[in-house]
């Protein structure tokens, strides 16, 4: 047993110390972090919408791997405080960039499947548009963004109609959409 240094008071004005066993303190010290962690994972259930158990496992485990990507990205000197759902949709959206889709080599005829390939952009893709008309313009131009950061000084009618950026097409909407530095 062991003293923590804390008093228990009890009726009658009469006080003693409160000791407890040398394992529960030791634990009790070393628990901080395992705490704040199951209490940052408790904001993201993911592992009860599934049935099999490798796949609870492998959603657990890969929510303690972001838990710890987020708990040492605040050590570092440079780091910018933000909170851990701001945290894991910037590693998301920097897994959805990386991404690109197989072009499996397919045999025989084509699939006559409602869900296809073609359509998986159908939320997420970027598609041109003409800019909308305002009271003041039928046909509003604006500044392509591409050709600003060139310092180009040229106006185009197209807009990206997810980003609502204007961009020429089909140059400029391209870089825009597929290079980092454009």
Same mark, same amino acid.
């Given at each position: 047993?062991?003293?923590?240094?804390?008093?228990?008071?009890?009726?009658?004005?009469?006080?003693?110390?409160?000791?407890? $066993?040398?394992?529960?303190?030791?634990?009790?010290?070393?628990?901080?972090?395992?705490?704040?962690?199951?209490?940052?994972?408790?904001?993201?259930?993911?592992?009860?919408?599934?049935?099999?158990?490798?796949?609870?496992? %492998? %959603?657990?485990?890969?929510?303690? $791997?972001?838990? /710890?990507?987020?708990?040492?990205? %605040?050590?570092?000197? /440079?780091?910018?405080?933000?909170?851990?759902?701001? %945290?894991?949709? /910037?590693? $998301?959206?920097?897994?959805?960039?990386?991404?690109?889709?197989?072009?499996?080599?397919?045999?025989?005829?084509?699939?006559?499947?409602?869900?296809?390939?073609? @359509?998986?952009?159908?939320?997420?893709?970027?598609?041109?548009?003409?800019?909308?008309?305002?009271?003041?313009?039928?046909?509003? $131009?604006?500044?392509?963004?591409?050709?600003?950061?060139?310092?180009?000084?040229?106006?185009?009618?197209?807009?990206?109609?997810?980003?609502?950026?204007?961009?020429?097409?089909?140059?400029?909407?391209?870089?825009?959409?597929? @290079?980092?530095?454009?």
């Amino acid at each position: 047993m062991v003293d923590t240094g804390k008093i228990k008071r009890k009726k009658g004005g009469a006080e003693e110390n409160v000791s407890k $066993a040398s394992c529960v303190v030791e634990y009790n010290r070393g628990i901080g972090g395992v705490d704040r962690q199951d209490q940052f994972l408790a904001c993201f259930p993911l592992t009860r919408r599934c049935v099999k158990g490798y796949k609870k496992m %492998f %959603f657990y485990i890969l929510n303690i $791997a972001i838990y /710890n990507a987020y708990d040492l990205y %605040f050590k570092l000197p /440079n780091s910018t405080k933000r909170s851990i759902v701001n %945290f894991r949709l /910037n590693i $998301a959206e920097d897994m959805l960039c990386n991404l690109s889709l197989s072009n499996y080599p397919t045999h025989g005829r084509p699939s006559q499947n409602k869900w296809q390939t073609r @359509l998986q952009a159908k939320h997420s893709a970027h598609f041109p548009e003409h800019i909308p008309s305002t009271n003041k313009k039928e046909h509003p $131009a604006k500044r392509c963004h591409v050709c600003v950061k060139n310092n180009i000084r040229s106006e185009t009618t197209w807009q990206c109609k997810n980003c609502l950026v204007s961009l020429h097409i089909p140059k400029c909407f391209e870089m825009f959409h597929t @290079l980092e530095y454009y």
